[in-house]
């Protein structure tokens, strides 16, 4: 998908994110749309779209969010690298995968998100944090995935180029 799709999907998911998603809590975990967006197409793209759909939406929520400057576009950046480095073709056909690349993507993405807010000096009660925010974030995410990764799935197949057709 090429940057004037990228973009606008990203801000719409990050202005849901920041306007919408607080208001949706299961126990204490609360959707992370911008990092749902980023994983699904890091699955389907691979690792070029995946890193920069990662930076552009890591920046949006840097500018547009509350957390210190960075640390989406570290924790996003990150989590898209360690996803496209397992793309394969079959994943773009495999729930299961695309699922488990989410789970594993969220946890890291919370992690590594943790990890710069202490190293920026805030207190991060790690256990607590784990237990009552990352764990459950990582499994209401799980549950968006699916919407988005087969509307991914979609587009990604429409958009790519035709095979012996160059102009």
Excluded: C
Aim: proline share 5%.
């Amino acid at each position: 998908m090429n940057f004037y799709v990228a973009v606008p999907t990203l801000l719409t998911a990050t202005v849901l994110q920041i306007v919408v998603a607080p208001r949706i809590t299961i126990l204490q975990a609360k959707p992370d749309l911008v990092l749902v967006v980023v994983v699904a197409w890091a699955v389907v793209s691979g690792a070029e779209g995946g890193m920069a759909w990662g930076v552009i939406g890591g920046l949006l929520l840097d500018f547009l969010g509350g957390a210190p400057l960075g640390t989406n576009v570290i924790s996003l950046a990150l989590v898209a690298f360690l996803v496209a480095q397992a793309h394969l073709g079959v994943v773009e056909t495999n729930l299961l995968l695309a699922l488990g690349a989410m789970l594993a993507g969220s946890i890291i993405h919370d992690l590594t998100f943790l990890l710069v807010l202490q190293l920026s000096g805030s207190s991060v009660p790690w256990v607590t944090d784990f237990v009552r925010v990352v764990l459950p974030s990582a499994a209401l995410n799980a549950l968006i995935m699916p919407l988005v990764y087969w509307l991914f799935v979609w587009l990604h197949r429409r958009s790519e180029p035709v095979e012996g057709l160059h102009w």
